[in-house]
């Protein structure tokens, strides 16, 4: 079964700074979909940006962008001038190209933006 | 607007007593999901539907049950058998292999 790993249960950011969330995932699938989800405290699930694993041109968000390593199985998040507003949970997910099924989640990572 | 309709947002329960979460959906998606969440543990699913009258087991679904009479509705009852019921359910649609929708969740505890 594919299996998803953020080491990071907390990171924190400076306004304006720029921070990478870690995310690796374990499948020996070829083709899939990989996501960074957040939730605030409003508890609200929001796609945040995603990327197609056949394509190797790192997806972009205005200031959210991916950096996607699929011989390492590496699915980092990038935030640039960071805002208040993204303070919140993030939870890197995984989901096979060739099965409707279920998504696989990371057990997320905190992050906390300071003034 | 489209989107997923969970109810209610709060839901107590007694020991020994069944409750339903309600979830609707208008964006006219074949797949439907309910995942848990527990602090910690990120989201684990515990049943999925791709088609009306039919739906799978996830990773957790002892002491749940679902069903699937038509495409807008997927119903999670929490039984008497689930131990530990107390957690933060989130209910999902999605019309292919991409994303997840979800909808704003409904919170159970148990009394």
């Known amino acids: 079964a594919q299996t998803v790993t953020q080491s990071q249960p907390e990171m924190s950011v400076q306004e304006a700074e720029t921070v990478t969330l870690s995310c690796t995932y374990d499948t020996s699938e070829s083709d899939y979909y990989l996501f960074w989800y957040k939730q605030p405290p409003s508890r609200q699930m929001i796609l945040v940006i995603r990327q197609e694993a056949y394509k190797q041109q790192n997806a972009t968000e205005n200031r959210f962008s991916v950096n996607f390593q699929k011989a390492a199985k590496s699915f980092s998040l990038k935030i640039s001038d960071s805002q208040l507003g993204d303070a919140a949970m993030y939870f890197c997910?995984?989901?096979?190209?060739?099965?409707?099924?279920?998504?696989?989640f990371g057990a997320g990572t905190r992050l906390t933006v300071k003034p | 607007d489209g989107g997923i309709t969970q109810s209610p947002k709060y839901l107590f329960r007694k020991e020994g007593q069944n409750v339903t979460l309600s979830c609707e959906q208008n964006l006219n998606h074949d797949a439907m999901y309910w995942y848990r969440q527990d602090p910690g543990q990120g989201l684990r699913l515990i049943y999925y539907s791709q088609i009306v009258n039919d739906f799978q087991k996830g990773d957790i679904a002892e002491g749940y049950s679902v069903s699937r009479e038509k495409k807008e509705s997927f119903p999670l009852t929490v039984t008497s058998a689930q131990k530990n019921p107390t957690a933060f359910y989130l209910c999902?649609?999605?019309?292919?292999?991409?994303?997840?929708?979800f909808g704003e969740g409904s919170r159970l505890t148990v009394l």
């Open positions: 999902a649609s999605s019309i292919s292999v991409a994303e997840l929708f």
């Open positions: 997910a995984y989901r096979s190209a060739f099965y409707n099924n279920d998504m696989r």
